[in-house]
């Protein structure tokens, strides 16, 4: 009886921290530093511009590492598409992507990029997190509204469930 009345406290509280943790991750997103980056170097293979009239994503392909970089529609719309197209098969680059992606790249060959150049910067670390700084605010906004309200779901069942009595109940028997 008891575990019926308190496994949606639990489902709401495990929510509720599952979202904490992505609005850290969200709060993060615009404050990468070298010291959070990696930068690498490669040669430039091609690239495919997607657009979709509202948002531009890319892919770029290189060799020596041979690999996929991504960069996302949040940042794809601020590129200057000719700064890109204007890239040479056999030309070097360098890109910088965040530690954990890093990892992803070696291993899978693919992987989200932050900053991008060759002979003139492309995408600076600086132009990524101001990007990221106005694009996150809806989703910031958002998910703390969310979290308001698992947080008065949880008083809530909380105070229906006597949650805190159950508790002092156990300690004295």
Not at 61 to 66: A, D, G, I, S
């Amino acid at each position: 009886m008891k575990l019926k009345k308190l496994l949606p406290f639990f489902i709401v509280l495990l929510i509720f921290f599952g979202m904490a943790g992505n609005l850290v991750s969200i709060i993060l997103s615009d404050k990468l530093s070298e010291n959070s980056t990696v930068e690498q170097t490669a040669v430039f293979a091609g690239a495919e511009c997607s657009d979709s009239g509202k948002d531009i994503s890319w892919i770029i392909y290189v060799q020596e590492p041979e690999g996929t970089l991504l960069i996302p529609a949040a940042i794809g719309n601020y590129i200057d598409k000719s700064a890109i197209n204007a890239l040479q098969t056999g030309q070097s680059i360098s890109f910088r992507m965040e530690l954990a992606n890093a990892e992803q790249y070696q291993h899978d060959g693919m992987a989200r990029i932050v900053a991008l150049k060759a002979e003139q910067e492309i995408l600076s670390l600086d132009d990524y997190n101001r990007i990221m700084h106005k694009e996150k605010q809806p989703a910031l906004i958002a998910g703390l509204v969310f979290e308001a309200v698992l947080c008065l779901l949880l008083i809530y069942l909380a105070r229906k469930n006597k949650i805190c009595s159950l508790f002092h109940r156990n300690q004295n028997q």
